[in-house]
C-alpha cells in the first residue's frame, strides 16, 4: 500500500464513502486520511452530510401533504 496523495484522495472521496472501490483503494485511501488532517476533516464532512441525507429520507411526509401532492400530479395528467 502506498499513500494515495490529497487529490486522489478527494477525487475517490464520494466513491469511498458509499464502499464502491476495491479493497486495494481503500486501503490506499484509509492510509493517507489517517495521516491528513485535511482530508480527513474532509472525510468527516462527507461522513456527516451522509448520515443527515439518509435520516432525512427516512422521515415521511404528513399524509394530508401526500395527498395534496399527489392530487395535484393527478390534475396534470387529466389535461
Given at each position: 500500500m502506498t499513500?494515495?496523495?490529497c487529490d486522489?484522495?478527494?477525487e475517490e472521496l464520494e466513491e469511498f464513502l458509499h464502499n464502491e472501490l476495491s479493497?486495494?483503494?481503500c486501503a490506499d485511501i484509509?492510509?493517507?486520511l489517517a495521516n491528513c488532517d485535511d482530508c480527513s476533516a474532509e472525510h468527516l464532512v462527507g461522513i456527516?452530510?451522509?448520515t443527515k441525507v439518509?435520516?432525512?429520507c427516512q422521515e415521511k411526509a404528513p399524509d394530508e401533504?401526500?395527498?395534496l401532492i399527489l392530487g395535484s400530479i393527478d390534475k396534470l395528467d387529466a389535461r
Open positions: 499513500d494515495c496523495g486522489k484522495a478527494k479493497a486495494d483503494q484509509r492510509e493517507h456527516t452530510l451522509t439518509k435520516e432525512a401533504l401526500r395527498d
